[in-house]
């Protein structure tokens, strides 16, 4: 692991885009730590709550339909660099919002630009790890796994200092924007126009199924960021500084499995460690809904960590290697259940709650953890074979 991060560190190219998965989950975590004040302050209930989420998805939806044309005029590089800063941007009115009316809309154009920018970021991945032949997809996105473990303690520790969560994505946003163009030359450096063909192709049963994988994940991590500080607080009734540490817990799982991702992948093949991330991420929400505390709650959070951290990298690579389809039009296949699955999965668990209970609620994401092992082991485009690429090494 030590051997890959120093390398990964030492290309520079890779490093700039490796931060700007971290630039998402930044943001994110301040933003986790957020919701239960948003939600008092708007006056929201759980309900309304998962309906307000349900703007991201649409948002989602429609940077959908409009990557193809961003994506034929503008390289990836350009978007990369304007993407995350208006992305920075964006999180900052929605944390700030003084309505619901400028809460939705944020929440809306959060989706828009979150689905460009993870095609473009992906895409990017992909293309470099053929340029310089080295596995380097898991590491990324553990990149996106640090970015939210330390933006939840900072959270945590800047609620200790009395610094409200406004003021908090303010400071984390000028920081990670300030990076963003000090690395500008290494971003507008991936020069490519990633646009996919203009034909509209109805996706298979087995690109389905990888779509449905990516959507219980992200699923998993959307429920995770989104109702686990509301969890900690109004179910297991933990003190401030505490509510983020489910996420913490989570978050910093995630980042190590993900650092072994890449030789793991190469050791074990993506079937079998699909199929047993799934399962373990079930375990771990079994262990969050029945916990007695917080303690054992932050241990399921940790296991759902572990399950979820290879599943993601895994499915993307997939995707950009699918027979008779281009690497953007993979992406935006899996990308779209992803994201679907990250922002609509909070909305539902939100509703059961509203009838049920939160505990109940995260209970649904046993059942959909468990059809996505059931779903790996059927798909043909996942293999237990040690390489898929010979040209590629992990080292």
């Known amino acids: 692991m030590l051997k890959n991060i120093s390398s990964f560190i030492k290309n520079k190219p890779a490093l700039a885009v490796g931060f700007l998965f971290a630039t998402s989950s930044l943001l994110f975590g301040i933003w986790v730590a957020s919701i239960p004040g948003i939600k008092a302050s708007l006056g929201l209930t759980d309900g309304t709550v998962g309906l307000s989420l349900l703007f991201s998805p649409l948002g989602a939806i429609s940077g959908m339909l409009i990557s193809t044309r961003v994506f034929s005029k503008i390289t990836v590089g350009k978007w990369m660099l304007v993407g995350y800063i208006i992305l920075c941007c964006i999180m900052l009115l929605q944390i700030n919002s003084v309505n619901r009316v400028m809460f939705w809309v944020s929440l809306y154009c959060f989706g828009v630009v979150s689905f460009l920018n993870g095609v473009a970021s992906n895409a990017t991945v992909n293309i470099m790890e ?126 190590l499995g993900r650092l072994n991702g890449d030789m793991l992948f190469s050791k074990f093949g993506s079937k079998k460690l699909v199929i047993a991330g799934s399962l373990l991420a079930s375990l771990g929400f079994l262990i969050v809904v029945l916990a007695p505390g917080i303690v054992v709650a932050i241990a399921g959070y940790i296991l759902i960590g572990l399950g979820c951290c290879c599943t993601v990298p895994i499915l993307f690579r997939a995707s950009a290697n699918i027979p008779g389809l281009s690497s953007v039009e993979g992406f935006a296949m899996v990308t779209t259940g992803g994201l679907v699955g990250f922002l609509v999965g909070p909305s539902i668990v939100g509703f059961i709650s509203e009838k049920a209970g939160l505990a109940k609620g995260l209970s649904l994401l046993i059942l959909m953890t468990l059809l996505a092992a059931l779903a790996a082991w059927k798909n043909k485009f996942l293999s237990n074979k040690k390489s898929t690429d010979s040209s590629l090494s992990f080292d």
Not at 196 to 224: D, Q, W, Y
Not at 243 to 255: E, K, P, Q, R
């Open 130 to 255: 053929r340029k310089f032949g080295k596995l380097m997809m898991s590491t990324c996105h553990a990149m996106y796994s640090l970015g939210g473990a330390v933006s939840a303690g900072v959270a945590a520790l800047l609620f200790y200092l009395h610094i409200p969560s406004g003021w908090q994505i303010t400071i984390v946003a000028a920081v990670i924007i300030s990076v963003i163009i000090s690395n500008r030359k290494h971003l507008l450096a991936n020069n490519d126009i990633i646009h996919s063909r203009s034909n509209v192709k109805f996706p298979s049963l087995t690109i389905l199924g990888i779509s449905f994988m990516c959507m219980v994940s992200f699923m998993a991590e959307g429920c995770v960021a989104d109702w686990s500080a509301i969890y900690f607080k109004e179910v297991l009734h933990a003190p401030k500084t505490f509510i983020s540490l489910g996420y913490a817990g989570f978050s910093i799982a995630m980042t």
